[in-house]
């Protein structure tokens, strides 16, 4: 008899039905005297690795400073927060000082690159 390739064996194992792959299973855990450690459609157990450092999912935009272009800072301010344009102001000219706070990363890497390209100085902590 010849021996089969592995990818000889997991083409069969395409062809074959739900129930034929039931009879398999039963039919291996007889011949080899053990069992599948997961049912047929049931879900895998997976252990808990414990916690997995993904990162931060809240994060605060901090202005360092303003830097060459006041002017140009404030209205990006002006855009990301809503805030009137004294307001903005206001903001700026207290640096530093958290922009936004409680923010997604991903939100906050876009709105530290728009103030970095006015000539600001940011953060995100």
Do not use: C, R, Y
Not at 17 to 42: C, I, M, S
Not at 60 to 67: A, E, I, Q
Not at 81 to 88: E, N
């Amino acid at each position: 008899m010849a021996k089969l390739t592995v990818t000889e064996i997991i083409a069969s194992l395409k062809e074959m039905t739900v129930l034929e792959l039931n009879d398999l299973v039963k039919a291996v855990e007889a011949e080899f005297g053990v069992t599948a450690a997961v049912a047929v459609g049931g879900p895998a157990v997976v252990e808990d690795e414990g916690p997995v450092d993904k990162g931060p999912t809240e994060v605060n935009l901090v202005l360092k400073h303003w830097g060459q272009s006041k002017v140009a800072v404030i209205k990006v301010v002006q855009g990301i927060t809503g805030l009137g344009l004294m307001d903005a102001k206001k903001l700026v000219d207290g640096a530093p000082v958290n922009v936004k706070e409680k923010i997604s990363p991903v939100e906050a890497e876009e709105h530290k690159k728009a103030l970095v390209e006015a000539g600001a100085e940011v953060e995100i902590k």
